[in-house]
C-alpha cells in the first residue's frame, strides 16, 4: 500500500501549489491562533483556491468553539477536519464531515481504546507529545508504539523529515505520514527544497 503525504501547517499559495504539483495528497491549514502557522480566512481561501483536483484540504482545530469551525466551514471549502485537542467523539462528528482524530503519544497511550472511542473517525493521526504545545514541535515518540494492525488507518506525524521518514515508513506502515516542521526554515516558512526532498523520499520509502 503506497504510504500517502499530507503537508501541514502551510501559510501560503505558493507553497501549497509546490507541495500538490510534486505529489502531496493532502494540505493542511492551521486554525489556532497560539501557532505560527495559524492563518485567517482570506489566506486560506488563496490557498485552495490553487489547488489541483484530488488534492485534499484539512482543517486543523484545538478545542475550537463551535461556531468559529462552522464560519469557516462556511466560508472555506475544507474536506476534512483535524481535532488536536480534548475533543469527544460528538464535538468530531457534529459538522457532518470527515475527521482526524490527532493523539499525542506517551508511553501508556491505549491505541486500541482511542481507536474504539473515535470510530467515527477517518485515521488517528500519531504525534508526539508536548506539555505545552499541541502539535509542530518538531519532537519525535517511539514508532514501536504504532500498532502493527489497528481498524483506523494511522497517520504518523511527529518529527519527520526527508532523512528519517523512509526509516518511519519501513517501520510502521502507516497510512499516511504528516510533515510540518520537517519541510520549514523556520516557524510557518516552509522550504521548497525540503518539501521536494521529504515527498522524494517517501516515493522511496514506498518502492522499499
Not at 475533543?87 to 468530531?92: K, L, Y
Not at 508536548?130 to 488507518?153: A, C, H, I, M, Y
Request: proline share 5%; hydrophobic share 40%.
Amino acid at each position: 500500500m503506497r504510504t500517502r503525504i499530507k503537508v501541514c501547517g502551510l501559510t501560503n499559495a505558493d507553497d501549497a501549489a509546490y507541495a500538490a504539483r510534486l505529489g502531496a495528497d493532502a494540505i493542511g491549514l492551521v486554525f489556532y491562533p497560539p501557532s505560527p502557522r495559524n492563518i485567517d480566512i482570506l489566506t486560506a481561501q488563496d490557498i485552495v483556491r490553487v489547488l489541483p483536483a484530488f488534492v485534499t484540504v484539512v482543517a486543523l482545530f484545538v478545542n475550537e468553539q463551535e461556531n468559529t469551525i462552522r464560519r469557516i466551514l462556511d466560508q472555506v471549502p475544507i474536506d476534512c477536519l483535524q481535532f488536536h485537542g480534548d475533543e469527544s467523539p460528538s464535538a468530531c462528528q457534529q459538522f457532518g464531515k470527515r475527521y482526524i482524530k490527532a493523539v499525542r503519544m506517551r508511553d501508556d497511550t491505549d491505541i486500541g481504546a482511542l481507536t474504539e472511542q473515535y470510530q467515527g473517525a477517518d485515521a488517528l493521526l500519531m504525534d508526539a507529545y508536548d506539555p505545552v504545545q499541541q502539535g509542530g514541535t518538531g519532537g519525535r515518540f517511539d514508532w514501536k508504539l504504532v500498532p502493527k494492525v489497528n481498524s483506523l488507518p494511522i497517520i504518523l506525524a511527529g518529527g519527520l523529515d526527508a532523512n528519517n521518514v523512509g526509516l518511519a515508513i519501513k517501520q510502521t506502515r502507516p497510512y499516511a505520514v504528516d510533515v510540518s516542521s520537517g519541510v520549514e526554515i523556520n516557524k510557518g516558512i516552509k522550504d521548497k527544497t525540503k518539501i521536494a526532498a521529504f515527498i522524494a523520499a517517501v516515493e522511496h520509502g514506498n518502492r522499499s
